[in-house]
């Protein structure tokens, strides 16, 4: 920069010499100038105000004032032992340059006043004398052998003072013009060389002034640069001079402190206010003058940083060493030495990494990262500099610093050498002048004559910075920027020599930096970066696998958390690399012939084992939590591509080819179970799975008679047997080892635990692709099984899982807490997902009794049977105590799903709906007796409808809708009734017959015509005249007793009720008579009679039936309750009515009817998508890239296929995005014409997708979502929604409507146990009104997807204004709309190689994130939308589970049916009742 200027260092060096020749006392006798000195001295210095009052200056002329200056200068060069004198000496200057001041001092002559700048050189000049050493004494400054130490001490403090005067003169001074600035800067210059430029001897002046004189010289230099900027020949000395003090560790300290503040101050008006902006301690941040103009900053700025030349020169202490003060020390010692062995240089290692470390600072600077320490490092500005930019700057020295030691630097030095023993030997010699080379080291001397402490590996933290440096520059490149292919070969030259392992195989400081700052290494599409992955793997298998990582560190400290994690980060961008790249061959940097060839799928098997054993070592939570996330990630893209690239060719008979339509159902149920039983196997389409209704019964599951027993070395076994490539291999071992840590070291972690769980559910969905994993079963009976050895780690998986609700319920109390009753609620959902996956466990004897076991467990709080062979308790006999409400409601979910679901889902009504699609009106279209217009179909109001059913609730929780009338397609006679049961799990409809045979014994005709009958005989028979008698013959015979004339005779009762009615008695009788002896003589003389032939006739058909009676009475609802009277618990105990009448006659029943429907029964989530285009950042753009004529990337348009199935609106019975038309029954309609095929905004189409527990619609948004939101907000607020808020507000929990006052359950987990009849009272679930506040205000989640087309877009992502756009309805139920702090983003950003990156935010908080989805994963397009969906149903589950006030779908419909009850019930009596079912309906 400087070459073309001349240097002032003879300058410098003339003025150090030749101070002492000033004086004109230095030609007489010292004890003569020392007698002189310290008269006139003494005398000047009573004027200064020290010890008196201060009086004007007796120095009136120039002459005098001169001729004092030569006294005081001779004085400033006594000895040392004059401390006073040259104390006096010191004071006087120091007053007298208040000359430049805006008020001088009193005492200061007038002569100086006039000609401040004159005299301020001058006295400047005469100031070397304080600091160069004496005359007659051999460097007396720099040894404490020749002078006390109290003595440097008090000769510091002159110094001191000296520099504090110098520097507050050039701050204040107004007055000071160029050539004083130079004399100055000159002055600091030679003084720092008298100090700085010897070797370093601990405590001497020097040592004790160097950070002093340093940073007065770097801080009067910027004033400088505001005031009269230096001359080039200035900036260039002061490079020179740099160059020979940087065996001080003060110089590259302070140059760094400078360097950093011109940074600060260069980034403010360089990228605005808007740029981070560094942040530098308050002193430091003062530095910098105010008045530096821009330009100032820039040009001071850059010739700062060049100050000290290459860093890398400090690696080679020969350069250092390489001066006339180093020589000297040489040739006078002892022993002798070379120049380098100075035992000052042993901290070149340290200066060489402070020099490293503040080139990244500045590096950081410009990246906008957080300083050194900070935890949470927040994400790169997007108006920062190109990579290239900060190459040009600092590229060449950290490209250097990265290579010192390794293989390439030991060839360029072993060239060096052998090119300078060609030379002639001679001791080289020269000046500063232009001699030193800053970027080249030298390698004259042997590197083997080094001190150990000076040997290339003791620069280890140093290469360490500077690699890591240049990592952070590289992962800094943003989406489409451009980075020079030099650039790129040296970092990856300088890459893989640092990634080159040692024997010893410790983790180094050079390999931790590199994984440290390498997390987005492969995220970024760097050319040609895929040829470092082997590198990069042999690092991984050293870092993570090792349980106590050995850290090879000297002076740079790291967290191996923090370390694990960012190598966590790197395994998690490159899983998919080896099935993407699949047999591509990786090329190498050093083009060896000789080296194999290794391809991309070699690398999967190493990767896979890396996973594998670093998720068996991993202790940190979030560490965990990545690691699972990686390892579902694995086994999904494993089974996909099996599927897609293999599976075409592998179909075996038997198995069918399945639609796309129906291979969408990846998570609802597999028919793999199904297939393998019978001796088949399938496989579906890409990001496919099948639906099982329609092969679920046609299979008989096998019993699973195979021990299920594993040693403990089954993991090693495994290792031996099984091949990595199979996904079948990788489902396995994933299945055991997350079942094993889960039980043995997770269950104590609600995160990693929520994740373990969730991986095995999604583990449960895959469909494993198996062609010899077969085992062949004879059983007793001679037939011929075949199974799935799949089939026994499923059951194994179920085992483990169920073992660990055990586990977690039998816990002390002390340990029940939210966070314990959350893992066991996902445990009970991951059971179900496992049971309605494989359904065939269930045919299992065992499983199936340890499935019911944990279910009775969390539904009473114990198990029947505590071990086996116990006596089982019986349920009466149980004290009902789940571990809390939350557990018992999951548990009950489970059991309804076994009981209902497995192995039935999806019904024929399809995923979209678990209940039936048939209601009252549905119904009375098919019934005979709805009137007809025209002989068209008749309509009927609903309340029309419901007039036909009789209502009835049992259990407080299940509504009964009897229909007594046959529907119009069944004409047999026969008693019909129609059944709507609204329980809750949903609404089902059942249609009922009583038959006295079964259908194929009835015959197709119920009535035949009348066959006709034998011929009758017409005999006559006599009817023989008999006696009636009213007692046995012998009954005179028998010994009256008292009771016999108990009985009154007829005379008797004639004297005590008169004769007159015994005699009306008596002609009753004989009346009686008469008449029946006149009708049997009628009968004989009729045809009709007995006597005569007559026909037999059937009897009309009946088709009046009590049908509802006859169901109630047959299913045991009308068996009234018996109370034993001498019991008063149950006498005074209020009657259990098994049945309960409902009034159907309100008009506000079909709306609480309609409102119940209304409830799913299923939890229901929306996600958003969105289309960024680069550069947009506006709502509007955003919106607008979903119109008709834009164009987007189809990529984008095919993951919209594999997140659900597209459905019509219109058609839909599930949920749709929008409360206000979702679970409605709907009629088929004409589809109309969608202009594009990702046209999902909810007004006509919908992505839809759905499971036996959840589901989920994927709303593509558009401006006509504005409007729609806007249209529903007013129609909302102009209507009185009161009612429905306390319904829908399913974040809160309402108390049992039907059941009696009790005591509120104040975050207790004991339940009520009193008031116990023969019947376990349900527990008392938690009253909404004392419900925590905070929890109340929590809304359901809000979940963007967000497809990216430029990464770095994700920091102005507008989720504030987005939110309009994204309403379901349900935000006016809730008491808090949603908030953009509250939002779910999932950014998804397209690379060149056609994988996809992942970026995850969400607020803040201990379950905010789910998986399987990691911040910073690299994705497959094969996988993508099914990752996505189980990312956001699992962040909507752990956002559910951190609310323990949340009402499940189940309780939320049993709290509707209990409120129904309380507004509609009939309190009719046992007689009433029954009454009551012999009404017709209307």
């Not at 198995?655 to 597999?670: D, F, K, R």
């Not at 109001?941 to 529907?967: D, G, H, R, W």
């Not at 009753?1068 to 009708?1079: F, P, R, T, V």
């Not at 749709?1216 to 004409?1230: C, D, P, R, V």
Request: include cysteine.
């Amino acid at each position: 920069m400087y070459s073309e200027w001349a240097s002032l260092s003879a300058q410098i060096n003339a003025n150090s010499c030749g101070a002492q020749c000033f004086s004109v006392l230095n030609k007489f006798p010292a004890s003569a100038g020392r007698e002189v000195v310290m008269s006139v001295v003494k005398q000047l210095g009573t004027n200064l105000g020290i010890t008196q009052n201060a009086e004007p200056s007796h120095l009136v002329k120039d002459e005098e004032v001169r001729w004092c200056m030569d006294v005081i200068c001779f004085g400033l060069s006594l000895p040392l032992q004059e401390h006073e004198t040259i104390k006096d000496c010191v004071n006087v200057y120091c007053e007298w340059l208040t000359a430049l001041h805006p008020q001088p001092r009193i005492s200061v002559p007038k002569p100086i006043c006039e000609d401040a700048n004159l005299y301020a050189r001058q006295i400047i000049n005469h100031f070397h004398n304080l600091f160069v050493p004496r005359q007659g004494e051999i460097l007396p400054f720099l040894y404490q052998t020749k002078l006390g130490s109290d003595t440097i001490k008090r000769q510091a403090v002159l110094c001191h003072r000296v520099l504090r005067t110098l520097q507050q003169t050039a701050q204040i001074s107004q007055q000071m013009d160029r050539e004083t600035w130079e004399t100055l800067l000159l002055f600091l210059l030679a003084i720092n060389e008298i100090l700085l430029a010897p070797p370093t001897v601990k405590d001497d002046v020097g040592d004790q002034l160097c950070e002093r004189v340093l940073s007065v010289l770097f801080e009067v230099w910027l004033l400088a640069c505001v005031r009269c900027f230096p001359s080039p020949s200035l900036w260039k000395t002061l490079q020179e001079s740099c160059a020979m003090w940087r065996h001080r560790i003060a110089l590259v300290d302070q140059w760094n402190r400078v360097n950093l503040a011109l940074t600060a101050r260069l980034l403010e008006f360089s990228y605005g206010p808007d740029f981070t902006q560094l942040k530098n301690a308050e002193e430091d941040s003062q530095l910098i003058p105010a008045g530096m103009s821009n330009d100032c900053v820039a040009q001071t700025w850059y010739r700062f940083l060049r100050m000290i030349g290459n860093p890398t020169a400090l690696c080679s202490p020969h350069i250092i060493s390489k001066s006339s003060h180093f020589v000297q020390w040489a040739l006078t010692h002892e022993k002798g030495a070379e120049t380098h062995q100075h035992p000052c240089l042993q901290v070149l290692p340290q200066i060489f990494l402070n020099a490293i470390r503040g080139i990244s600072s500045q590096v950081d600077a410009f990246l906008a990262l957080p300083s050194i320490g900070a935890e949470l490092r927040p994400p790169l500005s997007v108006a920062r500099p190109k990579c290239n930019s900060i190459l040009h700057l600092f590229g060449e020295w950290l490209f250097e610093a990265a290579h010192i030691g390794g293989d390439t630097w030991l060839q360029n030095r072993k060239k060096q050498a052998c090119e300078a023993s060609k030379r002639p030997s001679s001791m080289i010699m020269e000046n500063r002048k232009g001699s030193i080379s800053l970027s080249q080291p030298n390698s004259l001397n042997d590197p083997s004559s080094l001190p150990p402490s000076l040997t290339i590996d003791k620069y280890e933290s140093g290469r360490a910075e500077a690699i890591g440096t240049l990592c952070k520059i590289f992962c800094a490149k943003k989406t489409g920027e451009e980075i020079l292919p030099v650039y790129l070969a040296r970092f990856y030259m300088a890459l893989q020599q640092c990634l080159k392992i040692t024997e010893s195989k410790e983790c180094d400081e050079t390999l931790a930096s590199i994984l440290l700052h390498s997390s987005d290494l492969f995220r970024l599409d760097l050319d040609g970066i895929n040829v470092l992955l082997p590198g990069f793997i042999a690092a991984l298998e050293i870092v993570l696998p090792d349980k106590d990582l050995k850290l090879k560190t000297q002076a740079v400290a790291f967290s191996r958390t923090e370390l694990r994690r960012s190598a966590i980060n790197i395994l998690l961008s490159i899983m998919v690399l080896p099935l993407h790249y699949h047999a591509l061959p990786i090329r190498s940097l050093t083009a060896d012939s000789g080296d194999k060839v290794m391809t991309f799928l070699q690398l999967k098997s190493r990767l896979m084992n890396i996973l594998m054993n670093a998720l068996q070592v991993e202790t940190d939570a979030q560490n965990t939590h990545m690691l699972l996330g990686g390892l579902l990630l694995c086994v999904q893209d494993a089974v996909t591509f099996e599927e897609s690239e293999l599976g075409a060719s592998d179909h075996l008979g038997g198995a069918g080819v399945q639609h796309h339509e129906e291979n969408i159902l990846s998570s609802v149920c597999s028919d793999r179970s199904a297939s393998l039983a019978s001796g088949t196997v399938s496989f579906g389409a890409p990001t496919a799975a099948t639906s099982s209704r329609d092969t679920a019964s046609a299979h008989d599951y096998p019993s699973l008679t195979i021990s299920d027993d594993i040693s403990v070395e089954f993991a090693s076994e495994l290792e031996g047997v099984a091949s990595y490539d199979n996904a079948h291999a990788l489902f396995v071992r994933a299945t055991y080892l997350v079942c094993h840590r889960l039980i043995s070291s997770w269950k104590t972690d609600l995160n990693v635990s929520l994740a373990a769980l969730e991986l095995l559910s999604g583990l449960a969905r895959l469909h494993i692709r198996e062609t010899d994993s077969l085992v062949k079963i004879v059983d007793p009976s001679q037939n011929l099984t075949i199974i799935s050895t799949d089939a026994l780690e499923c059951k194994r998986a179920v085992k483990w899982i169920c073992d660990y609700i055990c586990y977690q319920c039998s816990r002390p109390p002390p340990a029940h807490s939210k966070d314990l009753h959350s893992t066991i609620v996902a445990a009970f959902q991951c059971t179900a997902a496992w049971l309605m996956q494989h359904p065939y466990l269930l045919q299992d004897k065992d499983c199936l009794q340890t499935v019911l076991e944990v279910v009775e467990l969390g539904i009473s709080g114990t198990k029947s049977q505590s071990k086996t062979g116990d006596l089982p308790k019986f349920k009466d006999e149980k004290e009902l105590k789940p571990a809390s409400m939350r557990v018992r409601d999951a548990a009950e979910n489970l059991l309804t799903i076994i009981l209902e679901q497995v192995g039935y889902f999806p019904s024929e009504c399809g995923p979209e709906s678990i209940s039936s699609l048939l209601d009252e009106l549905a119904l009375m279209k098919h019934c005979n007796s709805l009137p007809t217009v025209d002989g068209s179909v008749g309509v009927c109001t609903a309340e029309q409808a419901i007039s036909k059913f009789k209502y009835f609730v049992t259990e407080n929780s299940t509504i009964l809708a009897l229909l007594e009338e046959p529907l119009g397609n069944d004409q047999d006679p026969q008693p019909t009734v129609t059944l709507l049961i609204r329980g809750p799990f949903g609404r089902h409809a059942w249609t009922m017959q009583l038959r006295h045979l079964p259908r194929s014994k009835s015959g197709i005709k119920y009535h035949a015509v009348n066959p006709g009958r034998p011929i009758a005989m017409n005999d006559i028979t006599q009817r023989p005249e008999c006696e009636q008698k009213n007692f046995p013959e012998g009954v005179d015979k028998v010994q009256p007793c008292v009771a016999d004339y108990s009985i009154p005779t007829i005379d008797q009762i004639r004297e005590q009720y008169g004769a007159s009615i015994i005699n009306d008695l008596e002609v009753m009788l004989e009346n009686q008579s008469i008449h029946e002896k006149l009708a049997w003589a009628e009968s004989d003389n009729n045809v009709d009679s007995l006597s005569h032939a007559q026909e037999c006739v059937p009897p009309t058909v009946c088709h009046e039936f009590h049908a509802a009676r006859l169901f109630l009475s047959h299913f045991g609802f009308l068996s009234f309750e018996v109370r034993n009277p001498n019991n008063p618990v149950e006498a005074l105990a209020p009657p259990q009515r098994p049945l309960i009448v409902l009034d159907t006659k309100s008009s506000a029943f079909a709306a609480d009817l309609d409102k119940l429907d209304k409830l799913s029964a299923r939890t229901h989530d929306t996600v958003y998508c969105f289309y960024v285009k680069a550069g947009q950042t506006s709502a509007q753009q955003i919106i607008g890239n979903m119109a008709d004529d834009q164009v987007y990337d189809p990529h984008f348009a095919n993951m919209l296929q594999t997140l659900g199935w597209p459905v019509q609106v219109a058609e839909h019975s599930g949920w749709t995005g929008f409360a206000h038309n979702s679970w409605s029954l709907k009629g088929t309609s004409e589809r109309s014409n969608v202009s594009s095929e990702s046209n999902y905004n909810g007004a006509q189409r919908v992505l839809y997708w759905a499971d036996v527990s959840s589901e989920i619609a994927f709303v593509v948004p558009n401006a006509w979502n504005l409007r729609y939101n806007n249209e529903m907000d007013g129609c909302s607020l102009s209507s009185n929604c009161s009612d429905q808020s306390t319904v829908n507000n399913v974040w809160i929990r309402g108390d049992d409507a039907g059941s009696m006052k009790s005591k509120t359950r104040n975050l207790s987990l004991e339940l009520d146990t009193g008031n116990r009849g023969k019947e376990p009272v349900p527990p008392t679930r938690r009253k909404g009104n004392v419900s925590k506040p905070a929890l109340l205000l929590q809304a359901p989640a809000k979940i963007f997807l967000v497809w990216l087309e430029s990464f770095e877009d994700y920091l102005n992502f507008p989720v504030e204004d987005l939110l309009a756009y994204a309403r379901t309805g349900e935000e006016l139920h809730s008491m808090q709309l949603p908030r953009a702090a509250d939002c779910h983003v999932i950014f998804v950003h397209s690379l060149q190689s056609g994988l996809l990156r992942v970026k995850l935010l969400g607020p803040p908080g201990r379950m905010s994130f789910a998986t399987p989805l990691v911040d910073g994963m690299v994705l497959s397009r094969r996988v993508v939308g099914n990752l996505v969906r189980q990312t956001a149903l699992n962040i909507s589950r752990r956002r559910r589970l951190d609310n323990d006030n949340y009402q499940p779908p189940h309780v939320r419909r049993r709290l509707k049916v209990q409120d129904i009850v309380q507004k509609y019930k009939m309190d009719l009596s046992e007689a009433e009742l029954l009454a009551h079912l012999f009404q017709r309906s209307i």
